[in-house]
């Protein structure tokens, strides 16, 4: 997957959208779930599972939501997977960034260096995006989570944030836990698939997938046994 190939699809060099976030200031849609508000948090699944372009096919949606926002709001990305990745992984952002096209042009460019790793831990990444006190949480995954995440998000709470989740070809399992997720949170959840684009970009160039640990993605793997 190249930035030029995640941009096409939404114009030259990814600006393609860039000018209709003047029209939805006071709003974010992502995957057709629409929040009203400045400070949006999107947490979504790297894990190994999500090939076939289904990983291809959030980045795209990834990149035509916050080319939509306005320069005053402020978005945020965290993947899970082993561990929590927060946007910029390996030089993180310590907080919501604006949306400027500055950062809407960096956040192309990180994407780019994204890859895939065993396990789907997700409480790292929600106990981040909560922190960040946004107005909505979007959580796209292609299944259910591997540790309490799910347990964390459905117990009674007073939080005011609304958190909408997003099924990427889930099963019937990931479909009742997000969905779970999703009522206890005033939110919604919607079941989308992968589209043809993005799997004919995952055939040509496809993102590499970890499952021992690296120096950047899957930093929580086990080492390389040596033989």
């Known amino acids: 997957t190249t930035v030029g190939e995640i941009g096409a699809l939404f114009g030259k060099d990814g600006q ?3 000018d209709v976030g003047d029209g939805l200031k006071a709003a974010a849609t992502f995957f057709g779930a629409k929040s009203v ?4 948090v999107f947490v979504v699944d790297n894990s190994n599972s999500m090939g076939s372009g289904k990983f291809e096919t959030v980045m795209n949606e990834l990149v035509r939501t916050i080319d939509t926002l306005g320069p005053n709001q402020r978005f945020y990305v ?10 910029f992984h390996p030089q993180p952002a ?8 500055e950062n809407k042009a960096r956040l192309r460019a990180w994407l ?7 396990r789907t831990k997700g409480r790292e990444a929600m106990e981040k ?3 960040l006190r946004p107005d909505a949480i979007y959580i796209l995954g292609d299944g259910a989570f591997t540790d309490d995440t799910a347990n964390m998000l459905t117990a009674p709470h007073n939080r ?7 099924g990427m070809q889930v099963d019937e399992r990931g479909r009742k836990q997000l969905t779970a997720i999703a009522e206890a949170n005033k939110g919604s959840f919607r079941n989308v698939e992968a589209t043809p684009a993005a799997k004919a970009m995952a055939r040509q160039n496809p993102i590499k ?17 040596k033989k």
Not at 160 to 166: F, G, K
């Open 16 to 18: 393609g959208m860039s």
């Open 37 to 40: 508000g400045s400070r949006f």
């Open 78 to 87: 965290i993947f899970f997977s082993d561990v929590a990745y927060p946007l």
């Open 94 to 101: 310590y907080d919501l960034v604006k949306a400027t096209p």
């Open 112 to 118: 780019y260096t994204v890859e895939m790793c065993l």
């Open 129 to 131: 995006a909560l922190s």
């Open 160 to 166: 005011r944030v609304v958190i909408h989740t997003v």
């Open 209 to 225: 997938r970890n499952n021992t640990r690296g120096p950047v993605w899957g930093i929580d793997l086990p080492l390389v046994k």
